[in-house]
């Protein structure tokens, strides 16, 4: 299945919307809940202002930032791991599996503007 960057990190954002709805929120939580949807709501919204570039600087600063909130997310993903129900972890499984495909797309990309 082929998929169209900006429609895959619109739906890792989505899909991490949903996931962190259905966490039970309290003191350790929460936090880590608010992180992630920071983090993981960027890298798509970096994505489609990278695609509106003013200039090839003006993309490769918007990846760049696009490559520091996913591994950003994957961090979240893995405190979150740490408290979460047992149920609840290969649903988080999943979404970490999509950051780490994500990183290694844009960690490309940023190599390849680099030459």
């Known amino acids: 299945m082929q998929y169209d960057l900006s429609d895959r990190t619109?739906?890792?954002s989505k899909?991490?919307?949903?996931?962190l709805k259905q966490v039970k929120k309290d003191d350790l939580s929460k936090p880590l809940i608010n992180q992630l949807i920071r983090s993981a709501t960027s890298v798509?919204?970096?994505?489609?202002?990278?695609?509106?570039a003013s200039s090839k600087k003006?993309?490769?600063n918007k990846?760049?930032?696009c490559k520091k909130e996913i591994q950003e997310?994957?961090?979240w993903i893995e405190l979150l791991n740490e408290i979460i129900l047992e149920?609840?972890?290969?649903s988080l499984r999943k979404l970490?599996?999509?950051?780490?495909?994500?990183?290694?797309?844009?960690?490309?990309?940023?190599?390849?503007?680099?030459n």
């Open 10 to 12: 619109r739906e890792f």
């Open 15 to 19: 899909s991490m919307l949903r996931f």
């Open 44 to 52: 798509g919204a970096n994505y489609c202002e990278a695609n509106g």
């Open 58 to 60: 003006d993309f490769r």
């Open 63 to 65: 990846i760049f930032i």
């Open 73 to 75: 997310t994957k961090y």
């Open 87 to 90: 149920k609840e972890k290969n």
């Open 96 to 114: 970490w599996k999509e950051a780490h495909e994500l990183t290694l797309i844009f960690n490309k990309i940023s190599s390849s503007l680099k």
